[in-house]
């Protein structure tokens, strides 16, 4: 009696595991980096404030390097920074404005992963 219920819930843990694993997403890892990251500051007694401080820091280092670059329109890209991962999302005019995007954000001090995001629009009256 015994060895069959602990079967069963040997069995249940192991389902449970496999779903678990079986949901994830692509990225999620990054994410769960960060919500790790958030949990150990605040278990340390570290405040929101002193989370987000360094996160908009690091935001506002990474989008001030893309407006260094006049061929890429900055204004239509945003920039999300949680301890370290960076997410770029938005639109550029041009397929290989992508890549340098993603390059120019790897190149600030701080970033640890970039979730690159950006698609090609193309502007009105064009090919």
């Known amino acids: 009696m015994k060895t069959k219920k602990a079967i069963r819930?040997?069995?249940?843990?192991?389902?449970?595991?496999?779903s678990i694993h079986a949901w994830a997403q692509p990225g999620a890892s990054e994410a769960l980096a960060a919500s790790n990251a958030a949990a150990i500051a605040a278990s340390s007694g570290m405040t929101a404030k002193n989370i987000r401080t360094p996160n908009r820091a690091l935001r506002r280092k990474v989008y001030a390097e893309i407006v260094k670059h006049k061929e890429i329109n900055a204004g239509d890209i945003s920039v999300i920074a949680k301890s370290?991962?960076?997410?770029?999302?938005?639109?550029?005019?041009?397929?290989?404005?992508?890549?340098?995007?993603?390059e120019i954000a790897r190149g600030v001090p701080g970033v640890m992963s970039i979730t690159n995001r950006l698609s090609v629009k193309k502007p009105f009256g064009g090919q």
């Open 9 to 18: 819930n040997a069995g249940a843990a192991l389902i449970a595991l496999a």
């Open 84 to 102: 370290g991962a960076v997410t770029l999302d938005g639109t550029v005019v041009d397929g290989a404005q992508i890549d340098k995007v993603a």
